[in-house]
């Protein structure tokens, strides 16, 4: 069993940066790999990022790559999602998921996850 809690989320401008994190209980965290999720009011929830079990794997959504870095470090059972240059369209409640060994950009594949933090980006 894995227990997730994110924070970081809030209210920027555009252009501006967050740094979401995501903690995890456990003591086997570094057997997971981990994942970010977002919905938007009235969409589906879409992949952001991913990241394996050792941190040697990084995948990104088209939307975010180049503005956004997944990381994780696994003596703080945590997983980073750090934003730049954010956009009124990235607006949304972010997921982070977890599930045993191999990534995955699908939400059905991940077993855990967290209650979710609220971006909100200003124009």
């Known amino acids: 069993q894995v227990q997730l809690v994110e924070s970081g989320g809030g209210l920027v401008q555009a252009g501006g940066s967050l740094r979401l994190s995501c903690a995890a209980s456990?003591?086997?965290?570094?057997?997971?790999?981990m994942g970010w999720f977002r919905q938007a009011a009235g969409k589906e929830r879409e992949f952001v990022a991913a990241?394996?079990?050792?941190?040697?794997?990084?995948y990104y959504a088209d939307s975010v790559k180049g503005r956004s870095t997944v990381s994780r470090d696994n003596t703080k059972n945590t997983v980073y999602l750090q934003m730049n240059s954010l956009k009124p369209e990235d607006t949304a409640v972010y997921y982070c998921?977890?599930?045993?060994?191999?990534?995955?950009?699908?939400?059905?594949?991940?077993?855990?996850w967290g209650q979710g933090t609220q971006v909100t980006v200003s124009s």
């Open positions: 456990g003591r086997t965290f570094s057997s997971y790999a």
């Open positions: 990241i394996s079990w050792s941190g040697g794997r990084l």
């Open positions: 998921a977890a599930r045993l060994r191999t990534v995955a950009q699908f939400p059905d594949e991940y077993s855990y």
